[in-house]
């Protein structure tokens, strides 16, 4: 699969969740809603890398100049491509690759023509020359983006839900025949953020280095 949307929501949920009908919030709203917990939630999951050089890594990713048009990334063991720039979909726009030639010292951005989100490789539009150096931004995650989680789906769902209620909550809160009191439990809203934090820590526990700090590597 080269590229894909994400969906890791859906609107049934959410209106289970929040109890908001058609007339409180239509689909494209609530859907607006599930694209922004999507971003959030892929900025606290992923890993962005800058600057990875590329090089060999074993006897299947060669990585070979002058040779090989596919190229894969360093941290492919058990991770997949991600979201780089937080735009919902994971294409090619995601991964940049550079080469810089010591020769001319001048470095040109190379056209990645495809990728492979589950492979953690990318394939260029022409083959490199051997005396170039080459390196790549990209983002990675441990969680399956394309056929994600299920925590990953609760997630999303419970964090479109507390924006959906931003500024709706009424004084009193109901489960069935139960009131809650916001003084005591604090919002509707606020109980479904806080259910989202404690999934997000789920999460953040079953993905490995769940984090979006950026890492620097083999600069010129």
Not at 2 to 31: C, F, H, P, Q, S
Not at 121 to 140: A, E, G
Not at 164 to 169: I, M, Q, Y
Not at 173 to 183: A, D
């Amino acid at each position: 699969m080269t590229d894909i949307n994400l969906t890791w929501g859906d609107t049934e949920t959410v209106r289970k969740l929040t109890d908001l009908d058609e007339t409180d919030a239509t689909d494209a709203e609530i859907n607006d809603f599930l694209l922004m917990a999507q971003k959030e939630l892929n900025s606290k999951l992923s890993t962005k890398v800058i600057r990875e050089k590329i090089g060999y890594i074993d006897g299947y990713r060669k990585n070979e100049k002058g040779v090989d048009l596919t190229y894969f990334v360093k941290n492919w063991n058990g991770k997949y491509l991600a979201d780089f720039n937080f735009d919902n979909e994971i294409n090619t726009s995601d991964v940049k690759v550079v080469q810089f030639d010591t020769n001319t010292e001048l470095e040109t951005e190379l056209t990645v023509s495809s990728i492979d989100i589950a492979g953690c490789s990318f394939t260029l539009s022409s083959i490199p020359s051997q005396n170039v150096t080459l390196y790549v931004d990209y983002s990675y995650m441990s969680i399956n983006p394309i056929l994600p989680d299920g925590f990953l789906a609760l997630a999303t769902n419970y964090l479109a839900s507390a924006y959906a209620l931003v500024g709706e909550d009424d004084e009193n809160i109901r489960f069935g025949n139960v009131s809650i009191s916001p003084s005591v439990e604090g919002s509707k809203g606020d109980q479904l953020y806080k259910k989202y934090l404690s999934l997000l820590s789920q999460l953040i526990e079953i993905s490995v280095g769940g984090s979006v700090v950026g890492n620097v590597s083999d600069r010129i």
